[in-house]
């Protein structure tokens, strides 16, 4: 659904969807549509619009900076607040793309705590504000497995002898690399001291190399569920909260492997030049409140980024019989063996991987 746009309008109390070119925005937010924009949609964007009266364009992208780098170098700067992934955020800061965010903005706890003492340590940066902790895992659809032994390990991802037939991966060396080296016996606590070398970015694609006839390419978030439900591939990485919505709100038979689980965070910032700079200063300390990050997660299995909002998490929105907290990428059970995406490792090597790996794919 990338470069579809909605606008989204309170009148009257009401929200009404029009096409984003039927009037002019008071605030345009980019997000990685589906059921994560859905949550944000539901969470954020319906109450503040109650709050201040302004409209909101909801646009979706696939990621990377390269959208905001064109408009503010072009100074035709139209989006005006983008969730991105940390090491983007610290990238796209240090290049001098977004503005700066005074944290004194943000909201107090319930209780009176400081932002800067609520929120969890590392999701407060010069240019970017977290909103949720969210983990790419591989999944599958039990309900076509079920002459398997069920899969428990990042190694059986890669097994194609146990497990045959096609993977789904997503068409980025972030993640991909890192699941290589869990895969091929290295301990989660060495796998960036492994990939920054070039013995071990090599071991990487020589892993990769065993499945990579096997392996069906993804870009957006929503095509992980849709190529497990149509049975193009028998296992897929994803994104948690994509696997546990088509779960329980789509009814599908899936089941998430948390071995290996890559956890990372999402953020908030502003491309530099905004036109609705005020606005979206305003937006960013609204969704972020203690409040508004526990609304959300009761949408979506992604973590608030506060520790007030723990305690708030609720139930799904749509059953209250599941419990949200027990499907955070954090909860005990889910959180044995994960790795933390080194954002500072992606922030220093992206270019170069990137090429490396696109190299690799057109041999």
Same mark, same amino acid.
């Given at each position: 659904?990338?470069?579809?746009?909605?606008?989204?309008?309170?009148?009257?109390?009401?929200?009404?969807?029009?096409?984003?070119?039927?009037?002019?925005?008071? $605030?345009?937010?980019?997000?990685?549509?589906?059921?994560?924009?859905?949550?944000?949609?539901?969470?954020?964007?319906?109450? *503040?619009?109650?709050?201040?009266?302004?409209?909101?364009?909801?646009?979706?992208?696939?990621?990377?900076?390269?959208?905001?780098?064109?408009?503010?170098?072009?100074?035709?700067?139209?989006?005006?607040?983008?969730?991105?992934?940390?090491?983007?955020? #610290?990238?796209?800061?240090?290049?001098?793309?977004?503005?700066? #965010?005074? &944290?004194? #903005?943000?909201?107090?706890?319930?209780?009176?705590?400081?932002?800067?003492?609520?929120?969890?340590?590392?999701?407060? &940066?010069?240019?970017?504000?977290?909103?949720?902790?969210?983990? %790419?895992?591989?999944?599958?659809?039990?309900?076509? +497995?079920?002459?398997?032994?069920? !899969?428990?390990?990042?190694?059986?991802?890669?097994?194609?002898?146990?497990? !045959?037939?096609?993977?789904?991966?997503? @068409?980025? !060396?972030?993640?991909?690399?890192?699941? =290589?080296?869990?895969?091929?016996?290295?301990?989660?606590?060495?796998?960036?001291?492994? $990939?920054?070398?070039?013995?071990?970015?090599?071991?990487?694609?020589?892993?990769?190399? +065993?499945?990579?006839?096997?392996?069906? /390419? /993804?870009?957006?978030?929503?095509?992980?569920?849709?190529?497990?439900?149509?049975?193009?591939?028998?296992?897929?990485?994803? *994104?948690?909260?994509?696997?546990?919505?088509?779960?329980?709100?789509?009814?599908?038979?899936?089941?998430?492997? *948390?071995?290996?689980?890559?956890?990372?965070?999402?953020?908030?910032?502003?491309?530099?030049?905004?036109?609705?700079?005020?606005?979206?200063?305003?937006?960013?300390?609204?969704?972020?409140?203690?409040?508004?990050?526990?609304?959300?997660? %009761? /949408?979506?299995?992604?973590?608030?980024?506060?520790?007030?909002?723990?305690?708030?998490?609720? +139930?799904? &929105?749509?059953?209250?019989?599941? @419990?949200? =907290?027990? &499907?955070? !990428?954090?909860?005990?059970?889910?959180?044995?063996?994960? $790795?933390?995406?080194?954002?500072?490792? /992606?922030?220093?090597?992206?270019?170069? $991987?990137?090429?490396?790996?696109?190299? *690799?794919?057109?041999?």
């Amino acid at each position: 659904m990338s470069g579809l746009t909605k606008k989204i309008i309170a009148i009257a109390g009401a929200s009404a969807f029009v096409s984003g070119a039927a009037m002019a925005a008071d $605030l345009t937010v980019v997000s990685w549509g589906g059921a994560y924009t859905k949550s944000q949609v539901e969470a954020y964007h319906k109450p *503040w619009m109650a709050k201040t009266g302004k409209a909101i364009v909801s646009e979706d992208y696939g990621g990377g900076i390269a959208e905001i780098k064109a408009q503010v170098e072009s100074g035709n700067v139209t989006w005006d607040v983008v969730d991105v992934e940390l090491s983007d955020a #610290i990238r796209a800061c240090d290049e001098g793309l977004l503005e700066p #965010i005074d &944290h004194s #903005i943000l909201p107090p706890a319930p209780d009176g705590t400081p932002a800067t003492e609520d929120f969890l340590p590392g999701t407060l &940066h010069d240019c970017a504000v977290a909103n949720i902790v969210w983990s %790419s895992v591989y999944a599958y659809d039990s309900s076509k +497995t079920r002459n398997w032994n069920k !899969p428990t390990t990042m190694a059986d991802f890669f097994n194609t002898k146990a497990f !045959p037939g096609k993977r789904g991966m997503r @068409k980025s !060396p972030k993640v991909t690399m890192e699941f =290589a080296l869990i895969a091929d016996g290295v301990p989660v606590s060495e796998v960036y001291d492994v $990939l920054g070398t070039e013995e071990g970015v090599a071991r990487a694609f020589a892993k990769l190399d +065993t499945i990579k006839d096997d392996v069906v /390419w /993804w870009e957006a978030g929503a095509q992980p569920p849709q190529l497990l439900a149509d049975g193009e591939v028998v296992f897929s990485t994803a *994104w948690n909260g994509r696997v546990f919505n088509a779960k329980n709100a789509e009814g599908q038979s899936f089941e998430m492997v *948390w071995d290996g689980q890559i956890y990372d965070l999402d953020l908030w910032v502003i491309p530099k030049g905004s036109k609705n700079k005020e606005a979206a200063l305003d937006f960013v300390a609204f969704s972020t409140a203690t409040e508004q990050l526990a609304a959300q997660a %009761s /949408w979506i299995s992604y973590g608030p980024a506060r520790a007030s909002s723990e305690a708030r998490i609720g +139930t799904f &929105h749509s059953d209250d019989s599941i @419990k949200m =907290a027990d &499907h955070m !990428p954090t909860a005990a059970a889910n959180f044995k063996n994960a $790795l933390q995406n080194d954002f500072e490792f /992606w922030a220093d090597n992206a270019d170069q $991987l990137n090429e490396r790996f696109n190299a *690799w794919l057109s041999k």
